[in-house]
């Protein structure tokens, strides 16, 4: 049996945000899949803000079972941040992410690992189906990787998540790697070794409700993009480029227009109007996503920790 003390071969992330109604049973699952597993392993919840009693719940697991510990983060920092977080306090040889509203159902785990002890530093699991999920996000989702795989040069798989394996060689890397707009399924991917994928059909939520709103998703995508892509700054630069060929043209139009035809030309309110709205709205658009990337240099340069940790079980093992 493995010890409580010794490095263990799996450590289980779950990232933990208003999960009260899931905590008891999914701790009850990965207890069950993991103990028949052969393997030593721990489990790391990270309590991400919650304020529902799933910090109260995690310490009861924590106190009533020596494989399971908690990080409790002073707020809410988001998804990605609380993932990295449990990367950061984990002690397995590897590491599997996944989310605590049984999505992604626990059993998936002794397949991951199976493949993982084959020579691979990540396995993925990569959705098949989606259910309980709206048409909205399941539409926007899809979309959205196909334009990442589009705009990015690196490799990142189609219709997958976070729910993966991954070997402790990738987890060092990804310690060393700064940025605080962090987008992991990027970065694994960025960090190559040897990658593979094993399919699923992804469950609906055990009980309340996502916390990624359109909004958090919009952000999410936005880090994403902007971190593994220069992509829009080039839009907007062949933006520029094509207006300043449009206008070239129109001012070569008027000026034989008035020399050679002596047309005054005075009408014309509808198309200085248009010229100057589409320039404007152009323009605009041009500093925003400037502003986007502008930010996030920002947050990179104050360099704040990325998160803090307010509480966590057995603080003097750890240190
Ligand atoms: N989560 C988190 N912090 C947040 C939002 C979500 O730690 O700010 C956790 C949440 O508890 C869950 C996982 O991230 O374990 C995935 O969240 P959710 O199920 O809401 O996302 P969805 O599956 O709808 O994409
Ligand atoms: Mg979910």
């Not at 721990?42 to 919650?50: L, R």
């Not at 971190?227 to 300043?244: D, N, Y």
Request: net charge neutral; glycine share 6%; with cysteine.
């Amino acid at each position: 049996m493995p010890t409580v003390n010794s490095v263990p071969d799996i450590s289980v992330i779950v990232p933990i945000h208003n999960e009260e109604g899931n905590i008891p049973i999914l701790h009850e699952r990965l207890t069950q899949v993991l103990s028949g597993m052969e393997v030593s392993y721990e489990i790391v919840f990270v309590n991400d803000g919650s304020r529902d009693r799933s910090l109260v719940l995690l310490r009861d697991c924590a106190a009533s079972d020596p494989y399971t510990h908690y990080l409790d983060l002073s707020r809410n920092f988001g998804h990605q941040i609380a993932v990295t977080a449990g990367l950061d306090h984990c002690r397995g040889q590897s590491a599997v992410i996944i989310d605590a509203d049984l999505q992604d159902p626990p059993e998936l785990i002794i397949d991951l690992y199976q493949r993982h002890q084959e020579g691979f530093e990540v396995v993925y699991a990569r959705r098949r189906t989606r259910k309980g999920e709206s048409w909205l996000k399941k539409a926007t989702a899809r979309r959205f990787y196909r334009l990442m795989s589009r705009l990015t040069h690196i490799d990142i798989p189609l219709d997958t998540g976070d729910f993966r394996i991954i070997d402790r060689k990738v987890i060092d890397v990804l310690k060393a790697m700064p940025e605080q707009n962090k987008f992991l399924r990027g970065q694994i991917s960025w960090t190559g070794f040897r990658q593979t994928a094993i399919e699923y059909d992804r469950d609906e939520r055990h009980a309340g409700k996502t916390s990624y709103t359109y909004r958090k998703m919009v952000r999410f995508a936005l880090d994403g993009i902007t971190s593994f892509s220069e992509a829009p700054l080039r839009f907007v630069t062949f933006l520029g480029f094509t207006c300043s060929g449009i206008a070239f043209l129109l001012a070569l139009y008027a000026l034989v227009s008035y020399f050679f035809f002596q047309e005054e030309y005075v009408r014309g309110w509808a198309s200085t109007m248009l010229t100057v709205l589409f320039m404007g709205g152009i323009q605009l658009i041009g500093i925003g996503i400037i502003g986007e990337y502008l930010a996030r240099i920002g947050a990179n340069v104050r360099n704040r920790p990325l998160y803090v940790v307010a509480e966590q079980s057995d603080q003097e093992e750890q240190a």
